[in-house]
C-alpha cells in the first residue's frame, strides 16, 4: 500500500494532509524520508515529524450531521471545530464544507477515498438548500439564478429553485457546483442579504428530523444507494 493511503487509513489524518506531510518530507519509512511512491509493507517503522505512526483499528465509519451556525468545517485544532463537537470515538474527516454561518446536513467519514468522490464539484452531485432572505423573494431573481450568473468572471451552472410554499422570503435551491459561498454571492448580487442558509440534501442523504447538533449513523439503505451513485 502507498505511504498516503497507509496514513489516511491509519486514522492519523485525512490521505490528503498525508500527501502534504510527505511533500514537506516529515515522514520516513524504516529510516528514510518518504516519497509518494514509497511502498508500505507489516513490520515498517514508519515516524512522523519524528514520532511513530500508531495504527487504530479502522472500522468504517459514516454518519450525518446537523450542523449548527458557528461550527467550523475543519478537522484542525481550532475552537469550535467540527470534530470536537461531534465527538466521535473514530478519527473523522468532514466531506466538503458548510461555511460557519450557516447550519445542516453536512458529512463525516473515516473512508478518506470516499470524501474527493463526493465533494469534488467536478462530478455534479446535488446539494439542496432551503435559503431565507431579508425580503420577499422576486420570481425574476429564481429565473435569473436557476440560467446561471456570473460571479466575479465565473459563471454559475444552471440550478433548480423554488419558492417555499405559503412563504415569501424563503426559497429552495439544488446545486450540482459548489462555488465558495456560492448561495450567499448569488443573493448579494440581487441585494439580498441571507437570513438563515440550511442544507437539507446531500445527493440522496436527507437532514429529515435530525435534530440541530445531532448526528446519526447513515443506515445500510442510504449507504447502498449512495455506494451505487458513486460507481
Known amino acids: 500500500m502507498k505511504i498516503d493511503k497507509y496514513i489516511g487509513h491509519s486514522g492519523y489524518t485525512s490521505r490528503r494532509k498525508a500527501c502534504v506531510l510527505i511533500d514537506e518530507k516529515k515522514v520516513t519509512v ?3 524520508t518518504a516519497t509518494f511512491s514509497t511502498l508500505v509493507k507489516a ?3 514508519i515516524l512522523i515529524d519524528g514520532k511513530e505512526l500508531q495504527v487504530k483499528d479502522f472500522v468504517p465509519t459514516y ?7 458557528g461550527i ?5 485544532k481550532i475552537a469550535d471545530n467540527i470534530i470536537d463537537a461531534i465527538g466521535h470515538a473514530q478519527n473523522i474527516y468532514p466531506i466538503g464544507r458548510l461555511d460557519k454561518d450557516s447550519e445542516g446536513l453536512i458529512l463525516l467519514t473515516n473512508h478518506t477515498e470516499l470524501i ?7 462530478y455534479g452531485h446535488e446539494k439542496e438548500y432551503i435559503v431565507t432572505l431579508n425580503f420577499p423573494v422576486r420570481k425574476q431573481f429564481l429565473k435569473e439564478i436557476s440560467e446561471g450568473i456570473t460571479l466575479q468572471k465565473e459563471k454559475t451552472k444552471p440550478c433548480v429553485v423554488s419558492l417555499e ?8 435551491i439544488t446545486l450540482t457546483q459548489g462555488l465558495n459561498r456560492q448561495i450567499r454571492r448569488m ?8 437570513i438563515k442558509l440550511q442544507r437539507v440534501r446531500i445527493m440522496n442523504i436527507k437532514l429529515g ?3 440541530l447538533g445531532e448526528w446519526r449513523d447513515l443506515t445500510e439503505d442510504e449507504l447502498m444507494e449512495l455506494f451505487l451513485a458513486l460507481k
Do not use: H
Request: aromatic fraction near 10%.
Open 63 to 69: 454518519i450525518m450531521y446537523n450542523k449548527p451556525k
Open 30 to 32: 524504516n529510516g528514510k
Open 72 to 76: 467550523e468545517c475543519t478537522s484542525e
Open 43 to 45: 513490520g515498517d517503522v
Open 187 to 194: 443573493c448579494n448580487a440581487y441585494d439580498y442579504q441571507v
Open 165 to 172: 410554499p405559503n412563504a415569501k422570503r424563503i426559497f429552495r
Open 209 to 211: 428530523k435530525l435534530k
Open 116 to 122: 474527493d468522490k463526493i465533494a469534488n464539484p467536478e
